[in-house]
């Protein structure tokens, strides 16, 4: 939450995958030109953040890019790298005649400026854990240097990333969209045009996409199936069902976790952590959250590392000396208010009584840096990656670089049991309750194409079409 | 207490013994009045108080037949199951809102919540209220019961007038109840209708919402009279708030009540009408007895004038200023005693002086008496010594010269005895003023036993000094001649030789000089009088060493002392004030 992520960064997690073409209608050939348009969430804080993300993701060219088996493919760079140096350095050779929408090439510097940029601190990034294992990515972040040391351009078409530690996943991070290359995707912000709309991008270099344009449009749950039935939206992207046509459920990749605040609650915070330990997740998940959702195992989705539900054996009731706490929630997420008003009924039926205060996401990341939290509720999408990079996502967004750094370390080469168990370990020590991992429904209209999943289910815009390319409609081309 | 306070008290008693005794019956009719008018008050305030509970709950029963027969809770509890629960939880809320109340849930019969408006994380769970509620109260009818809702400080109950209704048309059956919460804000309305302070309480009497009536501007009548920390006025805590200050009112069954309204209805006003018309009494009693008390002491003092200048008379004359007469004018029987008082004194004072000049007269008569009877003591041998010269000179014998120098030795012993008469008289009648000076009292034990570095025969000297004893501020030779006058009178009362003492030893203030012998002892019928003046008992004693011996001793500041018991000897004490003492209490001595 320090950042506008939530729905926003999963729809564009959603997006970010599969951009091969997927299967049309049977017997159909993909058609070009029209206009698709999207609804995303309504609200000062889903909408604006969703579009925002979802327009960055469409007007950037990733260098690595997920393909539907699951492995890492060449997106913007020509190779997926290699560990060099024991798993410390990767070298990038960027694909050749890159330009960006302008014509303008594109070269190593840009990627080394990217990756800088991502630790800027005037300008804080959630993509910042991308670049917070590269070697200097502290005098970056602190302002005592322009660019990260542990990036060499050694050409106008290779780079030289050296890890202060050893990541192995560190090339699935530069398949996420912040580290993606700015105005090479496949739409373009038409000029002068609204931020929600979008031109196809000519220059795309894995090929321009199939519709002319990209609508997004912030919709309500019953403005969206309405508009979405009166062929007014081609694709809906809302946690509950738009339509009379089946939904498809997309990864539940927003974690939700209790941040506890320890050292403000004092000797009550165990009986706090009690409580929201005994918390039936399952239930959470299935009664408090409006999309497709999961119990969370650990702090990392187990859309990206599955494990076995937890149990649920409730919170004893706390004595007489239990703190009052005050729950700090995003108001303008739902699916936070409702899960805020479980757990203030949890609590209080273990003794403790608990306020929610409700305010804005960019408040309640302030909120969050500064300490001045009893118990805050947090919501980070998360990239559908390796297990080391969600947990170093998600302790960036609630505890900080430092966190971030340490998840990404502990987690570093995991997978499977070894992963969740280190996952568990890192959540009690950033004092993280993990409580349900969510997502979206992809609810489309009869005319939309291309909506094919990625090996986590995801799919890509630049993929979508029309049938007919949209010919009839207002607005097409 | 002086006659003229009494009399002053009295009549101020008297003042205000009527008005005391009509404080109690007025108080209390008045205090009747006034509670009779607080009670149809508080009755008015408590039937508003009903209505307007029967209105809010005739609403809410409405209103939740209204939803339950809406086709929007027909079509919710149709899809029952099939909508996600997260998106049946949310429902209650939009519903409760958009229906204006304050309490609203969807349960299933098991009372297990599918959606709550009032309280949404309970969704999922059974609640007990509800079920309660569902076993408890007739459908369709609202009833009064404490409701856990979700406040700005968390979970808190409420209590609310709630009804409920079964959803038709769902494949299970879901109950919808709703209703209005009494809280704070219906407070707030009730407090304005009835013109009082609400408190509305659960069954066991904490305060779940509470208000005071708005101001009026009228004054602190219009503040409201509710049970709280606000401070009474001055009259009203003196005297107290009027009886049954509140009227409770209980909701829900009469065996076992949800919850109750308190309505208090401002008393301050009607109590300080109370106040004011006791305080008026008071102030009047307050009035009448201090008119009283003036009164009387006026007329007292008219009375008591005269008495008054005999007591300070009296007191004059009792210091012995004779001369005092009493000057009040007085008439009657306070003139007659007046008149007495002065006479009395008149003679008193006559009498006085006849009997002075007497006593002067008897001690000339006594004077020369002793002065007659010391000296012709010694004329008989002179006489006798005179003859016998003659006549041994007008015989011519032959042994004249012998008989002339017996003759004249013996008149020269008679002479030199009666100038010692003499001089003991003159000393007795000017004894000079003592010249004090601090002197160590161990010097003066031993300027007196220096004049005896022999003893008489028989006789043992002890000398017993305390260490340590502080000067005595005395006439060194005068005391000394006290010292030795007792040493001596010692010695005469052992002619057979015995121990005699001497010891100095510390006194409170001074130091006490003791002659202590072992004599036959002073006759206990004497010993009164062995300071008098020719009292003496030894053959040839002028009776003047110890009177004299006394009268140093007083003019010291100090005191002599004897104590003897027959047989066992006499001890005589001079008491000497110590030289730091005596200075303290009187600084002019030297």
């Known amino acids: 939450v320090r950042f506008p992520l939530r729905q926003g960064a999963g729809l564009a997690a959603a997006l970010a995958l599969a951009l091969t073409p997927g299967p049309a209608a049977p017997g159909v050939r993909p058609a070009h030109g029209g206009t698709i348009r999207i609804g995303v969430p309504a609200g000062p804080g889903a909408g604006s953040g969703g579009r925002d993300a979802l327009v960055e993701r469409a007007v950037s060219a990733p260098l690595l890019e997920v393909d539907a088996r699951g492995v890492l493919v060449p997106g913007a760079l020509s190779e997926v790298p290699v560990p060099e140096a024991g798993g410390r350095a990767f070298r990038l050779r960027l694909r050749p005649g890159l330009v960006d929408a302008a014509g303008r090439p594109l070269g190593a510097a840009d990627v080394a400026a990217r990756l800088a940029a991502l630790l800027s601190r005037e300008a804080p990034s959630p993509g910042a854990w991308i670049a917070l294992p590269i070697l200097g990515a502290d005098a970056v972040s602190e302002g005592r240097a322009q660019l990260l040391a542990g990036v060499q351009v050694l050409s106008p078409a290779e780079l030289l990333v050296t890890l202060a530690f050893p990541l192995p996943e560190f090339p699935w991070a530069l398949a996420a969209p912040p580290a993606a290359l700015r105005d090479a995707g496949p739409f373009v912000a038409r000029p002068g045009g609204s931020a929600g709309v979008l031109a196809r991008n000519d220059r795309h270099p894995l090929g321009p996409a199939y519709a002319d344009a990209l609508e997004l449009h912030a919709v309500d749950a019953r403005a969206a199936g309405r508009r979405l039935e009166e062929g007014a939206l081609d694709l809906v992207l809302r946690p509950e069902p738009a339509g009379t046509r089946e939904a498809r459920a997309l990864p539940a990749l927003t974690a939700t976790v209790a941040v506890v605040n320890g050292a403000r609650l004092g000797a009550g915070a165990e009986a706090v952590r009690r409580a929201l330990r005994g918390l039936d997740r399952a239930d959470l998940a299935r009664r408090f959250v409006r999309g497709p959702a999961a119990p969370l195992v650990t702090i990392v989705p187990p859309a990206i590392l599955p494990g076995a539900a937890p149990d649920a054996p409730g919170a004893a009731r706390a004595g007489p000396g239990a703190p009052r706490v005050v729950l700090l929630a995003d108001g303008d997420a739902p699916d936070q208010r409702a899960l805020a008003g479980r757990l203030q009924v949890k609590l209080f039926d273990a003794g403790i009584r608990a306020s929610i205060e409700l305010v804005d996401g960019p408040r309640l990341a302030a909120r969050l840096a500064g300490g001045e939290y009893d118990v805050a509720l947090a919501s980070v999408a998360v990239e559908p990656l390796r297990p080391a990079l969600a947990a170093g996502q998600l302790a960036l967004a609630t505890r900080g670089p430092a966190a971030a750094r340490r998840a990404l370390a502990q987690l570093a080469g995991l997978e499977g049991d070894a992963a969740l168990a280190a996952a568990d370990r890192l959540g009690r020590e950033l004092d993280l309750v993990p409580l349900v991992a969510s997502g979206l429904r992809a609810s489309s209209g009869a005319a939309l194409q291309g909506l094919s999943p990625g090996a986590d289910g995801t799919f890509d815009p630049g993929a979508l079409w029309l049938l007919g390319g949209g010919a009839g409609r207002e607005g097409a081309r | ?590």
Not at chain 2, 302 to 314: F, G, I, K, N, S
Not at chain 2, 364 to 379: D, F, G, S, T
């Open chain 2, 1 to 590: 207490v002086t006659l003229r306070a009494k009399l002053s008290l009295a009549f101020a008693a008297f003042a205000a013994l009527p008005l005391c005794a009509t404080v109690w019956p007025v108080s209390d009719a008045l205090s009747r009045a006034l509670e009779a008018e607080h009670a149809a008050r508080l009755d008015a305030a408590a039937l508003a108080i009903e209505g307007e509970l029967a209105r809010l709950g005739e609403e809410a029963a409405l209103a939740v037949a209204d939803l339950a027969a809406s086709p929007e809770a027909e079509a919710f509890a149709r899809d029952h199951g099939g909508a996600g629960p997260a998106e049946e939880a949310a429902r209650a809320a939009e519903w409760r809102v958009a229906r204006g109340l304050d309490v609203l849930a969807v349960a299933d019969a098991d009372a297990r919540v599918v959606s709550s408006g009032h309280l949404p994380g309970r969704a999922g769970d059974v609640d007990p209220e509800l079920a309660a509620l569902f076993a408890g109260a007739p459908q369709g009818r609202a009833v009064a019961r404490v409701i856990s809702r979700a406040g700005p400080e968390g979970v808190e109950p409420v209590l609310a007038l709630v009804a409920w209704r079964e959803l038709p048309g769902g494949p299970a059956p879901l109950r919808l109840a709703g209703g209005a919460a009494l809280g704070a804000e219906r407070a707030g309305r009730l407090a304005a209708l009835t013109g009082g302070a609400i408190a509305i309480r659960s069954a066991d009497g904490t305060v779940l919402a509470d208000a005071q009536p708005p101001a009026t501007g009228a004054g602190p009548e219009g503040a409201g009279a509710a049970p709280g920390p606000r401070a009474a006025p001055f009259g009203v805590s003196l005297l107290g708030r009027l009886g049954g200050a509140t009227r409770e009112l209980p909701l829900g069954p009469a065996d076992a009540p949800a919850g109750r309204i308190e309505v208090a209805v401002a008393s301050e006003g009607l109590a300080r009408a109370r106040a004011t018309v006791l305080l008026a009494f008071l102030a009047a009693l307050a009035a009448g007895a201090a008119a009283g008390a003036l009164a009387g002491r006026l007329l007292a003092a008219r009375v008591t004038r005269p008495v008054d200048a005999l007591r300070d008379a009296a007191a004059r004359v009792a210091a012995g200023e004779l001369e005092a007469r009493v000057e009040a004018r007085a008439t009657g029987e306070v003139g007659e005693l007046v008149r007495g008082w002065n006479e009395m004194v008149a003679d008193l004072a006559r009498s006085r002086a006849s009997l002075a000049h007497a006593e002067r007269i008897a001690a000339w008569r006594e004077v020369a008496r002793r002065l007659a009877h010391e000296i012709k003591n010694p004329l008989t041998p002179i006489a006798m010594s005179v003859e016998t010269l003659r006549d041994a000179l007008d015989r011519g014998r032959p042994d004249f010269r012998e008989i002339f120098e017996e003759a004249t030795g013996a008149v020269s012993d008679e002479v030199r005895r009666l100038k010692r008469i003499v001089d003991e008289f003159s000393r007795f009648a000017r004894l000079p003023a003592p010249e004090k000076a601090p002197v160590a009292p161990e010097e003066l034990v031993q300027a007196v036993l220096a004049l005896f570095p022999e003893p008489p025969p028989g006789v043992t000297l002890a000398r017993e000094v305390e260490p340590g004893l502080p000067p005595v501020l005395a006439d060194r030779d005068q005391v000394l001649q006290v010292l030795l006058n007792l040493v001596r009178n010692a010695l005469d009362a052992m002619p057979g030789g015995g121990p005699l003492r001497l010891r100095a030893a510390r006194t409170p203030g001074g130091v006490a000089f003791s002659v202590t012998d072992a004599g036959a002892g002073i006759p206990p019928e004497d010993l009164p009088r062995v300071f008098e003046p020719y009292f003496t008992t030894k053959a040839g004693g002028t009776g003047l060493g110890l009177a004299i011996a006394q009268r140093i001793a007083e003019e010291h500041g100090g005191r002599l002392e004897a104590a003897s018991r027959p047989g066992d000897g006499a001890t005589f004490t001079l008491t000497l004030p110590a030289a730091e003492r005596a200075a303290a209490t009187s600084p002019a001595s030297p």
